[in-house]
């Protein structure tokens, strides 16, 4: 809504009615001047009350049918009460309050604007359906639910029956509306717009790369043709719902900006999630309200509720699974069906409803899916998350000293996108031979794996809210960086194990000798590999190994020992010996810190996983290339 500035209901009032107030305040203070109890503090006797100035302090608006609106409108009555004995000549001031009982049509523009009537004022009205100053409805966000089932009551009363996809342009048309597709914008940024009355509006025609008007009725509303084109199904139907919305319940916020200003004609949606024009207050409360309600409308929670338990029982029984991670995401999948939504609105939408295990679902990272997980209801703020790129994994153990203190007793191992425990009950090696979260860990996320504050990177509006976080699928354009959380510091920590396990480590360590080759022959018998083993582990010759084995070598490159550390899954203590052991030492260069996260937090992963890693953040692989000369 292209507002030039905050409109104000009660200013309005204020200015244009302002002699009924006076009118009507003239007759109240008449009427009850002998029983408001004044006090007369300077004069002796009352005589002649003559008011000095009437003021509208408030005003508590009140939805009602149609575009009429009730008012309640407590107003101060400044006056004076002059001496009545002639032989004196003062006077006293008083104020007394009231309240104006009103109402007005705004498709009348007020014209038949009356007061109902007046009463003392005695306190704060208590209006049943309030709306505020811009005659925004009021809504609470724990009444969503209860308004969006109002809305179907009243526009498609079939949704409240059995579980089902709405069909937009059969409830737009239901409501009046006419639903066309047009290119609204060249770069395709605003994906709707409703038009309240008739309009000579811009278009845009990609044939002729040209901006043309055209009349548009009242009534009318555009969906970009492009946005519509590059988006999912759900996201169109969840489009036309939003602008209906807009048209039940913001026409009389746009009434009252047309009073100020009637050159304005409609509500433009960006695709971003907030309003074309300039934004203001109400403009965002009524963005915020129909990105709420949209898809409470396309879900009603008692239908939905309903679905998912019906699909938890089939999914359960067809998969012979019981666990909600297990299911959780073929149900999403066919809630996706049954209403013609998003997989992200069936995602939150299942979270609406109390299931937890919606958050860890569908979740890309690094272009690579992350298995369902979850944690206790509560545990993860709607920011947080224990999934994270492995860019963010090593800057963040890198430079921030609260994750490079939590790392250095090598207790964690950063797999599947999580820093988790390196414990036999979290972690196992999969079918692949990769490690991989247990299904023990993947539902104690809380016990196992650290916690991450996400910060959305790419330009998003703040009505997108929750949304943006839980927008992880694969075809999501949001952009996050993670950090360290300090949750992480209450967090349970699984740790005897693990300490117990870095014993033996170091009890080993404590027996390697000095030299490299020694030590090298002495961590090939600890990993119980063969020769050819750790040829094909480490992507090197066989050759290479057996002279690094048997005779010092005058050189050996730092990649080399990288190579040696990966293939045999050393962990960080004994890959630190084998490589004091070379001689060589990390320099503070990206290859080389990314060198030292492989060592620290993925030394289960093979060579080629470590190198897709590499190449993912624009470094050179290791590989055969790297032997000694």
Not at 398 to 420: G, Q
């Amino acid at each position: 809504m292209a507002a030039a500035a905050h409109r104000s209901f009660a200013e309005y009032v204020k200015k244009r009615f302002d002699n009924n107030f006076w009118a009507a305040a003239e007759s109240y203070l008449e009427a009850n001047l002998d029983s408001l109890g004044i006090e007369l503090r300077r004069i002796h006797r009352a005589g002649e009350t003559e008011i000095s100035d009437v003021k509208v302090e408030h005003v508590w608006v009140e939805d009602k049918p149609g575009m009429e609106i009730h008012f309640d409108v407590a107003v101060s009555i400044w006056f004076e009460t002059h001496e009545g004995d002639y032989h004196y000549d003062d006077y006293d001031e008083n104020i007394v309050w009231m309240m104006a009982h009103c109402r007005g049509d705004l498709d009348k523009n007020l014209d038949d604007f009356e007061i109902l009537r007046v009463s003392k004022y005695n306190g704060k009205s208590r209006v049943k359906d309030p709306m505020d100053d811009s005659l925004v409805p009021v809504m609470n966000k724990n009444e969503l639910d209860e308004i969006a089932e109002q809305f179907l009551r009243t526009h498609y009363k079939k949704a409240l029956l059995e579980p089902t996809w709405i069909d937009p342009i059969e409830l737009a048309n239901g409501m009046g509306l006419t639903v066309r597709y047009e290119h609204i914008t060249q770069d395709g940024s605003v994906f709707g717009r409703s038009y309240f009355c008739d309009c000579q509006t811009d278009l845009y025609n990609p044939q002729t790369d040209e901006v043309y008007q055209e009349l548009i009725p009242a009534g009318t509303v555009l969906v970009d043709k492009k946005t519509a084109f590059l988006s999912v199904l759900g996201s169109v139907h969840n489009t036309i719902v939003h602008e209906c919305v807009h048209w039940d319940k913001h026409k009389k916020a746009f009434a009252l900006v047309r009073l100020y200003d009637n050159s304005l004609s409609n509500i433009g949606c960006k695709v971003v999630g907030g309003i074309a024009g300039n934004r203001r207050d109400a403009v965002d409360w009524m963005e915020w309200q129909a990105n709420a309600l949209a898809p409470r409308i396309q879900m009603p929670m008692s239908m939905f509720k309903k679905k998912v338990e019906q699909l938890i029982s089939k999914y359960r029984r067809e998969m012979k699974l019981y666990d909600m991670i297990d299911i959780i995401e073929p149900i999403i999948d066919e809630l996706v069906m049954t209403f013609g939504v998003s997989r992200l609105a069936a995602k939150i939408r299942m979270m609406d409803a109390g299931y937890e295990e919606a958050s860890g679902a569908f979740i890309y990272v690094d272009n690579h899916y992350v298995k369902p997980h979850k944690a206790p209801k509560g545990y993860l703020s709607k920011n947080q998350t224990f999934s994270i790129s492995a860019r963010d994994a090593i800057v963040e153990s890198k430079f921030n000293p609260e994750l490079a203190a939590a790392l250095a007793d090598n207790e964690y191992v950063f797999v599947d996108s999580h820093f988790v425990l390196n414990a036999p009950l979290y972690l196992e090696t999969d079918e692949l031979g990769d490690l991989a979260l247990t299904h023990y860990a993947r539902n104690h996320m809380d016990e196992c794996c650290l916690v991450f504050e996400l910060k959305i990177k790419t330009s998003v509006t703040e009505h997108y809210h929750t949304e943006c976080f839980l927008n992880r699928d694969k075809s999501s354009d949001i952009t996050f960086e993670a950090h360290y959380s300090e949750k992480n510091k209450g967090a349970k920590n699984q740790v005897q194990m693990i300490k117990d396990y870095n014993a033996d480590v170091l009890s080993i360590a404590k027996k390697l000798p000095m030299n490299f080759s020694g030590s090298l022959d002495a961590l090939i018998g600890w990993a119980e590999m063969t020769e050819e083993e750790l040829a094909e582990a480490a992507d090197m010759s066989e050759k290479t190994i057996q002279r690094l084995r048997n005779t010092e070598p005058d050189n050996v490159t730092i990649e080399t020992v990288i190579q040696l550390c990966i293939g045999m899954k050393l962990p960080p203590v004994l890959s630190a010996c084998l490589l004091k052991a070379s001689g060589k030492s990390f320099m503070m260069t990206e290859q080389h810190i990314m060198y030292q996260f492989l060592l620290n937090s993925c030394y289960h992963m093979s060579i080629f996983d470590c190198n897709e890693m590499l190449t993912a953040q624009g470094l050179k692989p290791l590989g055969r290339q790297n032997r000694v000369s």
